[in-house]
């Protein structure tokens, strides 16, 4: 059986890191495969988890972000309404509501 590719974005601010410290401690990472995604450090390195230090992946790659089974996001709201925005323009969705659209 495949294991599930889950994408994290915002892990790096408060709520995540302290996501991302339990996740460790319970071991949780050895069930999936995790890829992280970043707005500010784009192809820089990510977190060691597991001895290996994956390049970070583009947060605004709505394509990248498709191909996960699942996504984990701990944005704080602004920076999470204006992802969801723009993930909506990529997709040809964006009709200026304030609800939240489904981008995949």
């Known amino acids: 059986m495949a294991r599930m590719r889950v994408g994290f974005v915002g892990w790096r601010g408060m709520v995540g890191s302290v996501l991302m410290q339990r996740m460790v401690a319970e071991q949780d990472f050895t069930a999936i495969d995790a890829r992280f995604f970043s707005t500010s450090n784009v192809g820089g ?57 489904r981008c995949a």
């Open 45 to 101: 390195p990510g977190p060691a988890i597991a001895g290996s230090t994956a390049a970070l992946a583009d947060a605004n790659d709505v394509a990248a972000l498709g191909a996960m089974d699942a996504i984990v996001s701990c944005q704080g709201a602004t920076t999470r309404r204006r992802f969801i925005r723009s993930c909506a323009r990529q997709a040809g969705r964006d009709t200026g509501s304030t609800r939240r659209p």
